[in-house]
Structure formats: C-alpha cells, structure tokens
C-alpha cells in the first residue's frame, strides 16, 4: 500500500508527499506534477497517518480548481469522505454563517456593489459618478481591504475624487453594507478576521476541525487571507502550501509574491521541497523561459530541468509590421495544421484582450476556426472603433442621432444633448441657431469643416486625420489615464483599425470588409471543447497547457506593458511571459514588429534576455 501511493513519483515529489506535520513549503514549477503531489498528500495523510479526512482542508484560488482537486482526489480514493476542497471566500462564508445568520442572498454581485456604491456617495452629497470611477471606487476598497490597511491612511490615485472624498466614499460603501447585512466577496475574509479576534473559543473550535491545512497556488496569496490562515494553523502549524513564487502575476487583485518570499521567516522550522522537473515542456522551452525569469531579483533560486529531454523548438520570429505578424501567425498555424497539430492544441497568447478581436478577425479572413476563452470583439466594436465609424459614416451622410452622440464630444464641444433634438441631426441649423457668440459656435464650425474634408479621404487618411487632425485621440488618450485604462492598448486599437482601413480602396469597401468580418467573427467562433485554436490572455492562460504557443506583440510598450516603471512592475511582467512560454510542449513562437502604421516600435527588451 505504501508503495503505491508515490508509484510514479521522482525523489522530491514522493518527499513532499509523505511529509505528515509542521509547516511545508512545496515549490512546483510549471508542469511539476503539483496536482499530482497534493492528490497523494491527502491519500497519505488519511490512509498511513490516520488522519480523519474531516480534519483535512484543502484551500484553492477558483471554484474551478476546488472542483478539479476533489475530483482528482475522488478518483484516487473514492471511499474516502469528509476532506473540504474550496476557495477562501466559501471557506470562510461557510464559517460567518453560523455564527451571523448568513446565506447566499446576502452575497453582492458586480451589479449590486455598483448599486450601493452609488447610494451611498449619493447618500454623503458627492457628484453622480460615471462608470468608470464607480469601478475604480471598488477595484481600490477591493485592495485595501485585501491588504488589511485602514481607509483612513489611504490616497486617492482616482481622477475624480481627491482623496477626502475618496475616504468618505468608501466609508459609506461600508456603513451602508452592514446596515443591509450584505457582503461583498472581500469582507468575507475581513469579518472572519473580526469573528476570530473577538471570539477566540470560536476560533478554537475551528482549529480543532481544521488540522492540516492545504493551501495551493500560495503565490496568489494576499495579505489578509494569509493572516486569518495563519490564526487557524496555529498552534500545530501543519500548513502545506504549494505553488511557484515565478508564477506570481496577479498583483493588481491584491495578491503579494513578498508573502511566499517570506515564508520561511514566518515559519523557520518549515521544511522546503523544490519540484524542479517540468514533465509538460521540452528542454529548449524549458531553458529558454528559465533564462528570461532568471533576470528577476526577487525569486526562489531553482535548476528546472525537462522531464521530457529533447524535442521542443523555440522561435523569435521578426515581423514587418502588425499585418506581416498575423498573416504569419495563421500560416505557423497552418503549417502546423498540416503536420497533424490540432486546432484544439495551439494556443495564441495576448499580453490584454485587447488586440484578440484583431487576430481573431485574421484567423476569421484565413479560414482558422477559434475559441476565445475571454470575451472579445471585432475591433470595429470596441469603443474607438465604433466612434470611429460613427464620424465616417455621418460625413458620408448618415446623420443618425445616435451615431452623432457618440462623437459630438469626443473631444470636448460643449454639445448638449438639448441642442441637437430628435431625428436626424442637421449642423448647418444647429450653427446658425447657437449664433456667433455662443461658446459652441467655433467648436461646430470646425466640426463641420473636418466632416466635410473626411468625406473626400481615403478610409486610411480618414482614420488618421479623425486622430491626429481633429484631436480624438489625445482626447481618448487624455480619459485613459484619467481611468487607468492602458494607453499603449487604447492606441494600438486605433493603429489597428487604421491598418485594416488602409488595405481597403474605397469606404464601400472598408465598410464592406467590417460587415464581413464581424459576420465570419460569429461564424468561426467554437465552443470550449471543439477542435479550434485558443486565444486567450496571458492570466488565462495559467493552469493549461498546448503542443503550440504562439505568443505576438512582444514589443516594448506591449510586453513589458508601457504602464511598467518600477522594478516590481517589470518583475511581475516577467512572471507573467514565463507563465505564457512555459505553457508550450514542444513548439514556441514569439512574435514582434519592426513598426506599427508608420511608427518604428522596438522588440521587447524580454527578448533579448533570453
């Protein structure tokens, strides 16, 4: 019986298996078999130690991987009942509700926290917040409250709240919440923290149930989660965590690479076990990404070698400009294709989704059919790409109210919605009633000048002269910093939309080649599961693995985001292409341009590390 519960396993991953108490730290890289060490953990723990199954709780980041992990673990011991698989929200909502009368109801969703967010700024006389400061509001009370930081020591960074404002918005969020008896996901682990501070015989009782703790995927960890963990551990401190300090790329949810760092200064009698076989990628992918993530300061010194040996191939692939990258990125797929590839086994791996609509149009025109794990569009959908269109089509004589609200004050007019009345808009009438003294008068006689030169463009300098000539793009760039967007991402859309006008003759036929391609966008999408290439982010990409990586945009600005200055903006870039790479099993291919539109754009400087 012994023996079969590590049959299969290398020196270090039978180790971690069959370490039974005190803290264990186990660092599994990129196709370690991490799955597989956890699995036969827990068979150990309660088939050799005696360890009741109900004492175990094994704690993940998704739903998804809770499911996954006890399906794994039914599979391999099926008789066996009791362990608790879940994430750190329904672990700790399984703990408040006993002791608050809690359900589910009293769980907010995105929709609902935006609803209160807005009566209670209401409610302390602040201005009516668009959309994208409300989210802003949440996305910043969601990190404070996940680094367990008092509000009242907190600054604004939102353009439009300074930071008293700031500080009275989020208190009454709060106030407002408990007044309902509602929670958002984050104050589950705030108010366990609460219950376990002030209740220490309740604390105790969970000790009790609880003990050996499992916590995989730990480098997603935040401050908050790992300080109610910990208060649950101790004092027997038969915590096992699990995961790859390299893998770390979720800073923006609150998640702190600095906390498995850190480990074992928490717990110095904590014993570490290196997984450093990768059995899912050949030795070329795996030396090659090692060399790049080898580059960042702060990380765990590892010897990663392939459990596989030779066999894999890794790519830099130079590329004229965008259309020179996608036409080679679908024959790479074809190619491939006709070597006995699946669809299904190629991934193509974006930095932000921003540019997948653009690709997904490409592999659409190519005959390529594809899956979008995230939600994606054409680019002539986004919203630049439908103010865009909305400016050509009204100069070419559509003068629909609606298309003409999308742009009247794209930049700033001082355009009403009360000037322009109902049906179709008419300028020339809407100038001669404002007269020459009203402050819109200069900002509509220009606009009627620029409509009527757009008219008489080519669709390539029509899009050009839209950014630079009548300035919407220093207006679209303006409002994303404003809202944190990244800019690189708002004007490499615009480049794109600009690239596809500039490959048609005629608007007939740049608007005939947008129909087609949202038309063929629906028409080669697949469902999960079917025989199609993968697009995905780079973060979505975690946890899955593919015969064939294809990675574009490796371009400064792109991969390292232009948004990166600090040198732990750029280290979390890393993990993050390290993550993208080491998806690959045999074959790697990374792409960047030599220019975007007329521009010249330098390769990521990744590359060269490598």
């Given at each position: 019986?012994?023996?079969e519960?590590?049959e299969?396993?290398?020196?270090?991953?039978?180790?971690?298996?069959?370490?039974?108490?005190?803290?264990?730290?186990?660092?599994?890289?990129?196709?370690a078999?991490?799955?597989?060490?956890?699995?036969?953990?827990?068979?150990?723990?309660?088939?050799?130690?005696?360890?009741?199954?109900e004492?175990?709780?094994?704690?993940?980041?998704?739903?998804?991987?809770?499911?996954?992990?006890?399906?794994?673990?039914?599979?391999?011991?099926?008789?066996?009942?009791?362990?608790?698989?879940?994430?750190?929200?329904?672990?700790?909502?399984?703990i408040?509700?006993?002791?608050?009368?809690?359900d589910?109801?009293?769980?907010l969703?995105?929709?609902e926290?935006?609803?209160?967010?807005?009566?209670?700024?209401?409610?302390e006389?602040?201005?009516?917040?668009?959309?994208?400061?409300?989210t802003?509001?949440?996305?910043?009370?969601?990190?404070?409250?996940?680094?367990?930081?008092?509000?009242?020591e907190?600054?604004?960074?939102?353009?439009?709240?300074d930071?008293?404002?700031?500080r009275?918005?989020?208190?009454?969020?709060?106030?407002?919440?408990?007044e309902?008896?509602?929670?958002?996901?984050?104050?589950?682990?705030?108010?366990?923290?609460?219950?376990?501070?002030?209740?220490?015989?309740?604390?105790?009782?969970?000790?009790?149930?609880?003990r050996y703790?499992?916590?995989?995927?730990?480098?997603?960890?935040?401050?908050?989660?790992?300080?109610?963990?910990?208060?649950?551990?101790?004092?027997?401190?038969?915590?096992?965590?699990v995961?790859?300090?390299?893998q770390?790329?979720y800073?923006?949810?609150?998640?702190?690479?600095?906390?498995?760092?850190?480990?074992?200064?928490?717990?110095?009698?904590?014993?570490?076990?290196?997984?450093?076989?990768?059995?899912?990628?050949?030795?070329?992918?795996?030396?090659?990404?090692?060399?790049?993530?080898?580059?960042?300061?702060?990380?765990?010194?590892?010897?990663?070698?392939?459990?596989?040996?030779?066999?894999?191939?890794?790519?830099?692939?130079?590329?004229?400009?965008?259309?020179?990258?996608?036409?080679?990125?679908?024959?790479?797929?074809?190619t491939a294709?006709?070597?006995?590839?699946?669809?299904?086994?190629?991934?193509?791996?974006?930095?932000?989704?921003?540019?997948?609509?653009?690709?997904?149009?490409?592999?659409?025109?190519?005959?390529?059919?594809?899956f979008?794990?995230?939600?994606?569009?054409?680019?002539?959908?986004?919203?630049?790409?439908r103010?865009?269109?909305?400016?050509?089509?009204?100069?070419?004589?559509?003068?629909g109210?609606?298309n003409?609200?999308?742009?009247?004050?794209s930049?700033?007019?001082?355009?009403?919605?009360?000037?322009?009345?109902?049906?179709?808009?008419?300028?020339?009438?809407?100038?001669?009633?404002?007269g020459?003294?009203?402050?819109?008068?200069?900002?509509?006689?220009?606009?009627?000048?620029?409509?009527?030169?757009l008219?008489?463009?080519?669709?390539?300098?029509?899009?050009n002269?839209?950014?630079?000539?009548?300035?919407?793009e220093?207006?679209?760039?303006?409002?994303?910093?404003?809202?944190?967007?990244?800019?690189?991402a708002?004007?490499?859309?615009?480049?794109?939309?600009?690239?596809?006008?500039?490959?048609?003759?005629?608007?007939?036929?740049?608007?005939?080649?947008?129909?087609?391609?949202?038309d063929?966008?629906?028409?080669?999408?697949?469902?999960?599961?079917?025989?199609?290439?993968q697009?995905?982010?780079?973060?979505?990409?975690?946890?899955?693995?593919?015969?064939?990586?294809?990675?574009?945009?490796?371009?400064?600005?792109?991969?390292?985001?232009?948004?990166?200055?600090?040198?732990?903006?750029?280290e979390?870039?890393?993990?993050l292409?390290?993550?993208?790479?080491?998806?690959?099993?045999?074959?790697?291919?990374?792409?960047?341009?030599?220019?975007?539109?007329?521009?010249?754009?330098?390769?990521?400087?990744?590359?060269?590390?490598?």
């Open positions: 019986m012994k023996s519960i590590c299969g396993a290398d020196a270090q991953q039978a180790k971690a298996v069959r370490t039974q108490n005190g803290p264990l730290m186990v660092l599994a890289g990129p196709g078999g991490k799955t597989f060490v956890i699995t036969r953990r827990l068979k150990y723990l309660i088939e050799e130690c005696g360890i009741p199954a004492e175990i709780l094994v704690i993940t980041f998704t739903k998804a991987a809770a499911e996954e992990m006890e399906a794994r673990f039914n599979a391999l011991m099926p008789e066996a009942y009791g362990v608790t698989f879940g994430t750190f929200h329904a672990v700790y909502f399984n408040l509700k006993r002791f608050y009368n809690l589910r109801s009293g769980i969703g995105e929709g926290k935006k609803k209160y967010l807005r009566l209670a700024m209401n409610r006389g602040l201005t009516e917040a668009d959309e994208e400061t409300v802003a509001v949440l996305e910043a009370v969601s990190r404070i409250k996940n680094a367990g930081l008092d509000i009242n907190c600054r604004s960074d939102i353009a439009a709240l930071t008293e404002a700031f009275k918005a989020c208190k009454a969020y709060g106030r407002l919440l408990k309902n008896k509602k929670l958002d996901f984050d104050d589950m682990v705030l108010r366990c923290r609460e219950l376990f501070t002030e209740r220490e015989d309740i604390l105790d009782m969970w000790r009790e149930q609880y703790i499992l916590i995989d995927e730990f480098q997603d960890i935040n401050p908050l989660q790992y300080q109610v963990v910990r208060m649950l551990a101790y004092p027997l401190n038969n915590l096992c965590v995961g790859d300090d390299d770390s790329i800073a923006f949810r609150g998640s702190d690479p600095e906390i498995m760092l850190g480990f074992k200064k928490d717990y110095p009698d904590a014993l570490m076990i290196k997984l450093e076989k990768n059995y899912r990628s050949g030795n070329t992918i795996v030396d090659t990404s090692l060399k790049l993530i080898g580059c960042n300061k702060k990380r765990f010194k590892k010897k990663i070698s392939s459990g596989r040996g030779a066999g894999s191939s890794v790519a830099a692939v130079a590329c004229k400009d965008r259309s020179d990258e996608a036409e080679k990125l679908c024959t790479l797929i074809k294709s006709a070597h006995g590839i699946g669809y299904k086994d190629m991934a193509v791996l974006f930095r932000t989704n921003a540019m997948a609509g653009f690709f997904a149009g490409r592999l659409t025109a190519a005959g390529i059919p594809f979008l794990k995230d939600r994606a569009e054409s680019i002539f959908d986004s919203r630049e790409g103010d865009i269109r909305a400016m050509m089509d009204f100069s070419r004589g559509d003068h109210r609606d003409f609200l999308r742009f009247m004050n930049p700033l007019r001082y355009i009403s919605r009360a000037d322009i009345g109902r049906g179709e808009v008419d300028l020339e009438g809407m100038l001669a009633q404002c020459t003294e009203k402050y819109m008068y200069g900002h509509l006689k220009r606009l009627i000048y620029d409509l009527g030169k008219a008489a463009m080519h669709p390539f300098a029509a899009v002269y839209i950014r630079k000539g009548m300035g919407y220093a207006h679209v760039v303006k409002e994303a910093e404003k809202s944190g967007r990244d800019i690189s708002v004007t490499g859309l615009m480049d794109l939309i600009q690239e596809a006008a500039g490959e048609c003759d005629s608007y007939e036929e740049w608007k005939e080649r947008i129909r087609k391609e949202q063929g966008m629906e028409a080669m999408k697949k469902k999960a599961g079917e025989d199609a290439v697009l995905m982010t780079m973060h979505s990409s975690k946890g899955l693995e593919f015969e064939m990586v294809i990675i574009p945009e490796l371009n400064e600005g792109q991969m390292p985001s232009g948004r990166c200055t600090k040198i732990s903006e750029i979390e870039e890393r993990r292409l390290y993550v993208a790479m080491t998806r690959a099993k045999d074959k790697l291919f990374m792409l960047y341009r030599e220019k975007n539109t007329a521009k010249k754009v330098q390769p990521s400087r990744f590359l060269a590390e490598m």
